[in-house]
């Protein structure tokens, strides 16, 4: 199972292969705690997403889909210090889209090994700023999928 | 301790209300009248294995065995229900009457409110990233008065929505299959992972900072403090919205079959802009 980790001053994100499935780990790696912003709000939702990239370096990202918000605040969870968070994303579960700078052909993807981490980021906002909410951009390291990849999405946006 | 404590105060509240009869037979009253008289039965205390029976309704029911005093048989009352073949078991009897309970006392009565803040017609704001947002807090109070069985814990808030364009229905879980609501209809509003505002109780509720009660110390309760405290962000995810949405927080006394309190208040967010 392919593990990667990539250190930052205040998270560590891990990531993880699992049964079709993301594991995505968050490490708080202070001595203090950390707020991160729950993942169903609208200042969470686009926090995570992950970057895949073949042989050739052509790169993708896998990002959420936009979606509205009927009911809506920002709230957000505590990390203590080096408490660690797993969130296990399902790319296949109709929230995802693939978006590239150029075409993307999953059928030909599921050809080739691929490289793939995680990515956490969180904006500066009013909220974020209030609420002592991290804000910045941690990546974790690379990991290898090898054929057939059954965390990919069927299709691009 | 406390779990045993509590099993023992349980198991007596129950044999309180167990009654044990034994009808008087007839041969105790002479020869003439019923078989059995029973306005006169002697209360017993409980026991078990003695041919006395447990009943909540103090009744002894026809055709039962019931044991005399002077060791004569009983007479039935109607025929006796032929014994079973062996290796066939008579239906259970039918489960006593549970105890009717008393109806709720409590209620519920709002003090101030419901209140959005703004109220009237919002216009939403366009975002760098190309969506559409507005902002406003939701609040109300309940009374608390316990000599008058007013108990906040018995008054809820839910807010309400509804899209003026069919095109407008909210894009998230919450609203899905998308054919299962209409525009111009109200709908109690939730988000993506199924909670609502303003439910102390259930798999609808939570207690976070935008949707919680609190007591008038500003403490957090959410399962009886008085004040309630919201707030909405509504957004247009893709900024392409040109309706409004709008919204109401109605007042209810969950107590008393949901009964509305007071006048709902109203909120619009027009995403034409």
Known sequence: MPVGAHEST???LELALRSGRLAVT?????????RLWDWHNSWGWYALAAQAR????????????????????????????????EVLLDLRD???????????????LQDQPLELRARLRIEPTPEAERLGVFTGTVFSDWIVSTPPHDWLPASTS | MRASLTHQRSTTAIHRHEIIV?????????ARGPAWDFARVSVLPPSRGDGTKSSDSAMVEPGEDVSQSDGAPAEPMTPPTPAPAPGVFPPNPPPPPAPAKPASTKKAKLKSGPTYTPSGTIKATKQSDGSKTATFTLG??????????VDPAAGEVRQFIQWTKEEDIPNHAGFRPKTDYKANTWYEDRDSVGKRYGRRTGPYAECV???????KAGNQNCASGEVFVGRDDPTDGSGAKTGKWLFELRAFDVANGDASLGTPASVAVDWNV
């Open chain 1, 94 to 108: 109709g929230s995802w889209e693939i978006v590239a700078a150029e075409s993307v052909d999953v059928v030909h």
């Open chain 1, 54 to 85: 073949e042989r050739t370096g052509r790169s993708f990202e896998i990002k959420r889909e936009l979606r509205d918000w009927s009911k809506n605040g920002p709230t957000a969870f505590v990390l203590s210090p080096g408490e660690r968070h």
């Open chain 1, 26 to 34: 968050i490490v708080n790696a202070t001595g203090g705690e950390q």
């Open chain 2, 209 to 215: 900072s935008v949707n919680h009660y609190e007591d």
């Open chain 2, 22 to 30: 034994r009808a008087l037979p007839r041969a105790a009253r002479g």
């Open chain 1, 10 to 12: 205040a998270l560590k």
């Open chain 2, 140 to 149: 109300a109070e309940f009374e608390n008065d316990p000599a008058h069985d």
